[in-house]
């Protein structure tokens, strides 16, 4: 079945500052024309066209997007892929025992036959950027209303998708980028099988705790393996596929680098503000993010209790806190950056010069006068859609059972089809998690959580009714609602589940409580947004409206859409940065630094023993700096998004030198602004990644299949 995705997004228009340079931006690889002489006078020494093509060969194709929300990069031709360790962390999780816990021991496969398969894992490769602007504007008239222009440009991508190659491994996304309109093809590689993990006292070393900090000391990396069915083409998992063929690969180089070297980062960034109405971003410093906030901060608290009192509780819900951690950490440090760097009222400064030039232009003046008053008016009604929504996707991460009757929306709409039972059952069947482990008393907790938050932090117009019937049925005691709820669903007893495939019957699915809360959930959110349909419509005209304005009074020659999801680039230099008064940070980590801050009593400061005595063997001085020294870490001055982690750094001959996996606290807010003098980069070295492969783990095999340039 053909899976087609639509994804529309307001980024046609583009506001760059007066104090831009050249290496700030997300750049499509469409950019790459005008782009390229720019990387040619910082370094780069390739031609374009070997960058990226649409014939599928370019290094540019070596890159891809790992999971929902991160970057990787193959480095051989047997389909090895390299990822951040913390991408790969919940396929690590999965793999492991009680007898072999490989967050705690690390994981090497010495051949293919030792690769270990990942559960609803998947990695996409673009192959092809298809340019179809005239096609859309074709089909649009001038005076098109926002909400009328939507459709339009959906009815004119579906039918140019029903001519292409009907596949279920074949994805196509719609992006409208600087006022032109692309399909980006991408194939679907679902067989991924783990092959190196370092122990988390190597790949998180610092834990948590140095999360967004430098100088960082941290091994982050994973790898895997794609595999292929006999035809070399992507399948489902089976134990009759074998590992991919492909001449698209990233070289490693292990020459030695230098301060001011030229770096280029490739991956696929999901989100960037760069040019949001100021309006919205002091809603999101307000309301959004404090939201945000205490909502990971209470399942966190509650995750961190239940660890702590349970044994071995952490190989069901150690990712699960550890993305909660993060969630904190990066929302706390990310409200802090917003209001000690005055984001808002510079957006609104830049509003008001942006007012007085638009004042000059008497055909437009007016329109612009309406869209700031529309942001005034609809954006506070239309965010507690989008609080709704910030809770359902955290009900889906904290809890199995509401997670799988969300999935089950689906199936009750099959019934709704006149789906015949067989049908059904089949489709129950490939739901992803179907039968998880958890652990029920942790799961009631978070789920009154959950509940109570919503209650109290929800306003009560949009409450969904059946949260709003239960409050009344058992009179605030949620408690009690859980314990009943939790007895009586097929989503918390596998027995009832498995009655359920083997028979499925629409009314057990009316009946069941946790369905019936998850359902309501699905429904408040269409019912708003329905109603809301012309001020959601009216908003993004105003967007469209504002950003135009900004486009119509500002320099065009270095605009770069907003980060969604799809491939980009940037590109830099690796540079040490001044954070404050009378300090330097250095641009390189080395292993003695790592060393230092060994402590054996801590959790994320712990050193196995066996990689202290390698570090002290006599080391291939490929694996060494220009001093000799075993480095770990490098920082860049590009720019970067959320969904870079796992993204390769390369150098002047687009190999990898890198793999980015952090940025450091002053740059939280990249998503808003750039600051080349304080916003850095971290990747880890990929002499480090080789020297753990080699020395740590004495994996040959894996050294040998790799593309080594040591110049």
């Known amino acids: 079945m053909l899976k087609k995705t639509f994804i529309f997004l307001i980024c046609s228009i583009f506001f760059i500052s007066s104090s831009l340079r050249a290496d700030e931006g997300l750049w499509p690889f469409f950019s790459l024309k005008t782009k390229y002489e720019k990387l040619k006078e910082m370094g780069l020494e390739i031609s374009e066209d070997s960058l990226f093509n649409n014939s599928g060969n370019g290094l540019f194709n070596s890159v891809v997007k790992f999971g929902e929300d991160c970057s990787g990069f193959l480095i051989s031709k047997n389909g090895l892929v390299i990822t951040s360790y913390h991408c790969g962390h919940k396929f690590?999780?999965?793999?492991?025992?009680?007898s072999n816990n490989l967050i705690y021991n690390g994981f090497s496969a010495n051949s293919i036959n030792e690769d270990l398969p990942c559960k609803n894992i998947s990695v996409k490769m673009l192959v092809e950027i298809e340019d179809i602007t005239n096609s859309i504007k074709a089909g649009l008239s001038e005076?098109?209303?926002?909400?009328?222009?939507?459709?339009?440009?959906?009815?004119?991508?579906?039918?140019?998708?029903?001519?292409?190659?009907a596949d279920q491994f074949v994805s196509y996304v719609l992006s409208e980028e600087n006022e032109n309109y692309y399909i980006y093809k991408?194939?679907?590689?679902?067989?991924?099988?783990?092959?190196?993990?370092?122990?988390?006292?190597?790949?998180?070393?610092?834990?948590d705790e140095d999360n967004w900090l430098w100088p960082r000391h941290s091994g982050n990396f994973a790898i895997f393996r794609i595999y292929a069915n006999s035809d070399n083409k992507p399948s489902d998992y089976s134990e009759n596929n074998l590992p991919l063929k492909t001449n698209n690969y990233l070289k490693i180089s292990l020459a030695k680098k230098k301060e001011n070297d030229f770096a280029l980062i490739v991956?696929?960034?999901?989100?960037?503000?760069?040019?949001?109405?100021?309006?919205e971003l002091n809603r999101e410093e307000k309301k959004i993010l404090p939201f945000r906030i205490d909502l990971y901060k209470g399942a966190s608290e509650i995750l961190q209790q239940k660890i702590r009192q349970t044994k071995n509780l952490d190989l069901l819900y150690g990712e699960a806190l550890q993305q909660q951690m993060n969630h904190l950490k990066y929302y706390r440090t990310l409200v802090n950056y917003l209001y000690q760097n005055k984001i808002a009222e510079k957006r609104n400064e830049e509003e008001d010069r942006l007012f007085v030039a638009i004042s000059k232009m008497e055909s437009f003046k007016n329109k612009y006068i309406d869209a700031t008053g529309i942001f005034l008016k609809e954006i506070p009604k239309i965010s507690e859609i989008g609080l709704l929504k910030i809770l359902i996707d955290q009900a889906k991460t904290s809890c199995h059972s509401f997670k799988l009757a969300y999935y089950f929306i689906n199936i009750y709409h099959f019934f709704e089809q006149n789906m015949s039972k067989a049908e059904?059952?089949?489709?129950?069947?490939?739901?992803?998690?179907?039968?998880?482990?958890?652990?029920?008393?942790?799961?009631?907790?978070?789920f009154i959580f959950l509940l109570n938050f919503t209650s109290s932090r929800i306003n009560e117009e949009f409450h969904p009714l059946e949260l709003t019937k239960i409050q009344k049925t058992y009179k605030g005691n949620l408690t009690k609602y859980c314990k009943k709820a939790y007895a009586g669903s097929i989503f918390t007893n596998k027995d009832l589940m498995l009655k359920f495939i083997e028979n499925p019957?629409?009314?057990?699915?009316?009946?069941?409580?946790?369905?019936?809360?998850?359902?309501?959930?699905?429904?408040s959110i269409n019912k708003f947004e329905k109603l809301l349909s012309t001020e959601i419509s009216q908003l993004n005209f105003a967007k469209q409206v504002f950003l135009k304005a900004k486009y119509?009074?500002?320099?065009?020659?270095?605009?770069?859409?907003?980060?969604n999801g799809n491939a980009r680039f940037s590109y830099g230099k690796i540079r040490s940065f001044f954070p404050g008064n009378a300090?330097?940070?250095n641009w390189q980590t080395i292993v003695y630094g790592m060393l230092e801050k060994n402590d054996p009593y801590s959790e994320n400061y712990f050193i196995p023993e066996k990689f202290i005595n390698e570090t002290k063997q006599e080391i291939n001085d490929n694996y060494l700096n220009v001093n000799g020294k075993l480095p770990i870490c490098f920082i860049s001055d590009c720019d970067i998004m959320r969904g870079n982690s796992g993204s390769p750094v390369l150098n002047k001959k687009a190999e990898a030198i890198g793999m980015v996996f952090d940025i450091n606290k002053e740059a939280v807010g990249m998503s808003y602004n750039y600051n080349i003098n304080k916003h850095r980069v971290i990747a880890v070295d990929m002499k480090f990644v080789l020297f753990v492969a080699d020395y740590f783990f004495n994996n040959k095999s894996i050294i040998e299949e790799l593309s080594i340039s040591t110049e």
């Open 552 to 563: 119509l009074t500002q320099s065009k020659t270095d605009f770069y859409p907003e980060a």
């Open 92 to 98: 690590i999780q999965e793999n492991s025992s009680l």
């Open 143 to 165: 005076d098109i209303s926002a909400e009328e222009k939507e459709k339009s440009i959906s009815l004119i991508y579906e039918k140019l998708i029903e001519q292409k190659q």
């Open 505 to 523: 019957d629409i009314e057990v699915l009316e009946r069941d409580p946790i369905f019936k809360l998850a359902f309501s959930f699905y429904g």
């Open 583 to 585: 300090i330097k940070y």
């Open 424 to 446: 059904i059952s089949n489709k129950i069947k490939l739901i992803p998690e179907l039968h998880n482990t958890n652990d029920e008393a942790t799961e009631k907790e978070l």
């Open 267 to 279: 991956g696929f960034p999901s989100y960037s503000n760069r040019y949001g109405n100021s309006r």
């Open 186 to 207: 991408y194939i679907e590689y679902k067989d991924v099988r783990l092959v190196m993990a370092p122990p988390f006292s190597i790949g998180k070393f610092g834990g």
